[in-house]
């Protein structure tokens, strides 16, 4: 059974920095495409952040780009966030994800999902 499990979320002040992490068991991590998305209520989910299976390319999402950094260890089958640079509007459920599909950014394109992490991020 696949499980992808979050953790690292909290509160913290707006400028400040939260590293999550999701460390993914059940699957050959190595060979999937891992990926953060956000959601908060009312909204639909969006996408964050990917990584290519082999961290040769990664692509994120413009209003986080500069600030987050995705990496993963596929010794340790796990990916990480650095969040740096907080704002505000960071504040959401944070969500890993794993696929195999060569598309990165919808969420239609990966299989497995993490229950979430929550961020808050205050002014």
């Known amino acids: 059974q696949v499980q992808l499990a979050e953790s690292g979320g909290g509160l913290v002040q707006a400028g400040g920095s939260l590293r999550l992490s999701c460390a993914a068991s059940?699957?050959?991590?190595?060979?999937?495409?891992m990926g953060w998305f956000r959601q908060t209520p009312g909204k639909k989910r969006e996408f964050v952040a990917t990584?290519?299976?082999?961290?040769?390319?990664?692509v994120y999402a413009a209003s986080v780009k500069g600030r987050f950094t995705i990496s993963r260890d596929n010794a340790k089958n796990t990916v990480y966030l650095q969040m740096n640079s907080l704002k505000p509007e960071d504040t959401a459920v944070y969500y890993c994800?794993?696929?195999?599909?060569?598309?990165?950014?919808?969420?239609?394109?990966?299989?497995?999902w993490g229950q979430g992490t929550q961020v808050t991020v205050s002014s």
């Open positions: 994800a794993a696929g195999r599909s060569v598309v990165a950014t919808g969420m239609e394109n990966y299989d497995y």
């Open positions: 990584i290519r299976t082999s961290s040769d390319i990664t």
């Open positions: 059940g699957l050959t991590f190595s060979r999937y495409r």
